[in-house]
């Protein structure tokens, strides 16, 4: 190798990682090569370290790492020479733009297959990343790169409550206080709701709870207590039992948005629960691209406050240290867990 480095963490097959350093990728034609500042550390990318995401959704050898911020260093052709040195976020599925669901706005329901950066294509827990031009979202210079790498499940969260059709002074409950939830919680404390509460049964996620916008946080026994009495809940814990849990929290003919994935069996809804309360019960996948434009924009009005959740920044060749926090819900000093970075760009010259 004979040009510049660049690093990048690949996973060989489940529990078999390695840091691999090659020549800087060069964009090809509508591509930009994006200089990455800071990854995100995700659940989806525990299971695939685990080899528990299903098949369909992974592939090995991988880059991972879909929650990201970067610069952009250099265009392809067919790329404005223009977007070079910006500021950029940019959407991890690779949808098509032509098929129905496409066409109709759901972009991340694309009927050629499901393919996304970090899954099936290279993603960001490297110093490069290559993708296509037309999925980056450019944000103000100076913008805070680091906070910016949370805006892909910022953008879940915006599409999940969008679902849910909130309006203001409803009585809104989030279950599940981790990064998604409290960016749930900042998204809907927007539309200036009556009660704005947390379902979470760490004491620890309080503060960021409160300071995300809720009115409080309660134990999951102590909400099952509060009875059937909001009129929205967001459910974005993803564990066995949370949908049921967040669908008792509803009032008859309450919205429930379901945003989390469990990870393992679960009783869920059953058809009765859901008929007999009238209950409106809907669902994301990842996020579309108008739920990236709305969380961008949210993010430059200074509605969406991400870097508050930040515990913890690693560099690149700290992957396995950063998955092991993600793992624990704590470090070495008992310290709680929030959102963990990987920093390419803190790496010594």
Request: proline residues 8%.
């Amino acid at each position: 190798m004979t040009g510049p480095i660049s690093r990048s963490v690949v996973l060989e097959a489940p529990h078999r990682m390695r840091l691999v350093s090659d020549e800087v990728p060069r964009p090809g034609q509508g591509e930009a090569l994006v200089r990455v500042s800071a990854a995100g550390i995700c659940g989806s990318d525990r299971e695939l370290y685990e080899g528990t995401r299903p098949e369909g959704f992974r592939k090995y050898p991988i880059v991972p790492g879909h929650e990201w911020s970067g610069v952009v260093e250099a265009s392809g052709p067919g790329v404005d020479p223009g977007l070079t040195g910006s500021p950029v976020v940019g959407e991890g599925y690779r949808n098509c733009q032509t098929c129905d669901r496409c066409r109709e706005g759901d972009t991340n329901l694309c009927t050629t297959g499901y393919d996304e950066t970090g899954f099936t294509q290279p993603g960001a827990f490297a110093d490069h990343l290559v993708l296509p031009a037309r999925l980056l979202h450019p944000l103000p210079p100076g913008t805070d790169l680091r906070a910016a790498a949370l805006l892909e499940p910022a953008a879940v969260a915006v599409a999940a409550v969008l679902r849910t059709g909130v309006r203001p002074g409803e009585r809104v409950a989030v279950v599940g206080g981790g990064t998604l939830g409290l960016l749930a919680v900042q998204v809907l404390a927007a539309y200036s709701p009556a009660q704005l509460l947390v379902v979470e049964p760490r004491a620890g996620r309080t503060a960021p709870a409160r300071g995300s916008g809720a009115t409080t946080l309660v134990t999951p026994a102590d909400a099952a207590a509060l009875g059937p009495s909001f009129d929205v809940v967001v459910e974005t814990a993803g564990v066995a039992g949370s949908a049921r849990a967040a669908a008792a929290l509803l009032r008859r003919g309450g919205r429930l948005a379901l945003a989390g994935i469990p990870g393992g069996p679960s009783e869920g809804l059953t058809p009765s629960l859901i008929v007999e309360g009238q209950l409106s019960v809907g669902s994301v996948f990842g996020m579309p691209s108008a739920a990236w434009v709305q969380a961008v924009r949210m993010f430059r009005a200074g509605l969406l406050r991400p870097g508050m959740l930040i515990s913890h920044e690693l560099e690149l060749a700290d992957f396995a240290k950063a998955l092991r926090l993600v793992a624990d819900g704590h470090d070495d000093d008992g310290l709680d867990v929030g959102k963990v970075l990987l920093r390419p760009e803190t790496a010594p010259e």
